[in-house]
Structure formats: structure tokens, C-alpha cells
């Protein structure tokens, strides 16, 4: 039993490491995907703010057309007041004739309007679109790091568990389900060194019985309160020594 407590303990080593790489490598998708959505507030104004500058170009193309539009008919008027002989008529087509005009002159300040905001928010995009693809330039970077840390993780990962073979076959198939079964629940620690009489996977003070039939090394040992299987510190100080 000897040489089963020393293999577990040498088993659970060795998965730890390989535990400890495993879990980095799968925390670095989500920091991944954090950086690259970190842009997306950007993105969603510069989109906000194109949809601006499209609506009011829409804008001044309509006041554009209707003003050519009411010039065209404003010029035929025109030329039709010199025909005219009744003073009443003329009056009436004079009066026309300087609404229409009023009507181009009010056109023609809202398109210089028009003309400002759209400068103005074409401004803001610029910058802002700089601003961004400076942004994605260095999340890129950061990307790429990362993803060259998690492939570097998951490789050191695989090494880690080199040489586990060999230690899994000096344990006896019911022990080692255990050891599995314990270390699904346990975030991957089945097995813990006792230290000065408490079990160091919860600090638990071990009954004082248990720790003497412990150190005779020959059964296995849980802890009473997270039942992970305890090797008696002793037993690594009687093997180094
Ligand atoms: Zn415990």
C-alpha cells in the first residue's frame, strides 16, 4: 500500500500541472473574445453616425432637385411677365414670381446647413475611424500573443502528462476510479498531503486514531470533510530521507 499512497500522490502531481496549463489555455477564448468586443461600442457610433451624414446627403440631393425643379418654372414666369398687359395679372404673377424666389433663397440656406453638419460629422468620423483601426492594430496583436500562448499552453499541458502512464499502472483499478471520481468533485485534487495533523485540502483537523492508522501506510485514508485521500506528510519525509 506503500507504493500505491506514494503513486497517487505522484499521479495527482503530475495532473495538477496538467490541470493548472489545461485551465489557462481555456481561459484565454473568452479573453480573446473580450478584447475583440471591447471595439464594438466603436463601431456601433461610427455606424450611428454614417447613418447621419447618408440621411442628411439624402436631404440635400431633395433640396437640390426641388430647387432646380422650382427654378425651371420660376424662369418660364419670368419670361411670361413681360407679356403680360393687365396690371392685375402682373401683380398677381409678380407676387409669385418673389415667393418662388424667397422659397430657392430659403432652400439654399438650409443646404449650407446641411453642408456644415455633414462637414462637422464627417469630421468625427475620421477621427473616430482612425481611432479604431489603431484599436484593432494592437487588439490584433494582442490576439495573435495570445493565441501563441494557448497553443505553448496546450503543448506544455500534453507534456506535463508524459510519464503518467506508467505511474496510473501501479494503482489498482478500484483506487484509481476513486481517484477520478474524487477529482471530478474536488476541481481536480484528489490527493493531499496532511499537514501538522489537518488534511491541506481543506485544513480539516484529522482525528487523532486516523492520523496513527495512517502512518502505518497501509489503507487508504479520506478526509472526513471533503473526502479527498490523505498521504501522511511522514511518508515523503521517510522517502527522502
Ligand atoms: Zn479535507
Known sequence: MRETLLALFELQKIDTRAYEL?????????????????????????????????????????????????????????????????????????REVEMGERQIRDSEERI?????????????????????????????????????????????????????????KKINKRILRRYDDLRAKRNGLAVVLTNDGACSGCNMTVRPQQLVEMQRFNSIEQCAACHRIMVHENLLKQEQA
Open 22 to 94: 489545461t485551465q489557462r489555455a481555456e481561459s484565454i477564448p473568452k479573453l480573446i473574445h473580450d478584447l475583440e468586443s471591447s471595439l464594438d461600442g466603436a463601431r456601433s457610433e461610427l455606424g450611428t453616425l454614417n447613418t447621419e451624414v447618408e440621411a442628411l446627403k439624402r436631404e440635400q440631393s431633395e433640396i437640390e432637385a426641388k430647387n432646380a425643379e422650382e427654378g425651371e418654372k420660376h424662369k418660364k414666369w419670368k419670361t411670361r411677365l413681360h407679356d403680360i398687359k393687365s396690371p392685375r395679372e402682373y401683380q398677381a404673377l409678380s
Open 112 to 168: 449650407l446647413e446641411v453642408l456644415g453638419q455633414i462637414e462637422e460629422r464627417q469630421k468625427v468620423i475620421d477621427d473616430k475611424t482612425q481611432t479604431l483601426r489603431d484599436g484593432e492594430a494592437e487588439i490584433g496583436t494582442k490576439v495573435r500573443a495570445l493565441r501563441e500562448e494557448q497553443a505553448r499552453l496546450k503543448a506544455e499541458a500534453e507534456a506535463a502528462s508524459q510519464g503518467r502512464d506508467a505511474v496510473e
